[in-house]
């Protein structure tokens, strides 16, 4: 089963690459079929296997030779081991699709955040909706036992998540004189506290900041980043929110995370 699962999460990260190179250029993410961005060609079904074609092509075009990003293995390397992760913790349960769905959206922006500095509203407004929905309609995802405790629970989860970024975006502004915080953080941190609470909420921002620092100075280490370089903190928090999810059932500094 969990061979099953894996692959079906190289599937979603295959169409997740998909939605990252399309959604920001306004392209249909469902027609045409996949062309190679440099000849034009398409690509043929059998060059479209996850993991196994950009490995047996050696990241390269059948046809120009043109090199592929090996961010397309990348992006279906993590989503097929990430899904897999998540029927360990879950199982074979209703959680695991929620959870998959949400995961599969954190990346998606994640990356699109990474290529152009936004947060896709197509994603994330509707996400915030979906993530308060279901919470009601399945309220074990927050360990309650009733729908109004579920409810309550996404619902701060929304307020608190957008809450702290408003307030945090008010003090740069006074400090910096500066935007500190983008709005699509904003939106973002508030989709995560509709899918996982307020109590992942502050776990994720804890990850978050440590994360970000962490990579940001190894990047600026490693002279890949300059300290001036603007850093988008929605791959971050997206992060977090992963690391906040595999906490859910579990205790975090003494705290019960539901
Ligand atoms: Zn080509």
Same mark, same amino acid.
């Given at each position: 089963m969990g061979i099953i699962i894996f692959i079906l999460g190289l599937i979603f990260g295959s169409f997740a690459n998909v939605v990252i190179y399309r959604l920001p250029k306004g392209k249909s993410i469902v027609s045409p079929g996949s062309q190679c961005p440099s000849c034009g060609k398409n690509i043929l079904w059998y060059d479209n296997i996850p993991l196994l074609s950009y490995i047996l092509l050696r990241g390269r075009c059948r046809f120009c030779k043109a090199s592929i990003s090996y961010r397309y293995f990348v992006v279906e390397l993590i989503t097929g081991l990430l899904f897999l992760a998540l029927y360990l913790k879950f199982g074979l349960t209703i959680d695991l699709s929620i959870y998959a769905l949400f995961i599969l959206c954190?990346?998606? =922006?994640?990356?699109?955040?990474?290529?152009? *500095?936004?947060?896709?509203? $197509?994603?994330?407004?509707? /996400? #915030?909706? !979906?993530?308060?929905?279901?919470?009601?309609?399945?309220?074990?995802?927050?360990?309650? =036992?009733?729908?109004?405790?579920?409810?309550? *629970?996404?619902?701060?989860? $929304?307020?608190?998540?957008? /809450? #702290?970024? !408003?307030?945090?975006?008010?003090?740069?502004?006074?400090?910096?004189?500066?935007?500190? =915080?983008?709005?699509g953080d904003i939106k973002l941190l508030a989709m995560i506290g509709a899918f996982l609470g307020w109590k992942c909420v502050f776990i994720t921002i804890f990850f978050a900041s440590l994360l970000g620092t962490v990579i940001s100075l190894t990047?600026?280490?490693?002279?890949?980043?300059?300290?001036?370089?603007?850093?988008?903190?929605?791959p971050y928090l997206g992060l977090g929110a992963v690391v906040s999810l595999f906490y859910k059932g579990m205790t975090f500094l003494g705290f019960f995370i539901n």
């Open positions: 954190l990346l998606i =922006m994640g990356f699109i955040d990474i290529d152009t *500095y936004l947060i896709s509203d $197509i994603i994330v407004l509707p /996400g #915030i909706a !979906i993530g308060f929905i279901l919470s009601v309609i399945f309220p074990q995802m927050h360990y309650e =036992m009733t729908r109004v405790g579920s409810l309550w *629970y996404s619902f701060t989860g $929304i307020m608190i998540g957008a /809450g #702290i970024l !408003i307030f945090l975006a008010m003090v740069g502004k006074l400090l910096f004189r500066k935007e500190a =915080m983008g709005g990047l600026i280490g490693l002279k890949k980043k300059k300290m001036e370089d603007y850093v988008p903190f929605g």
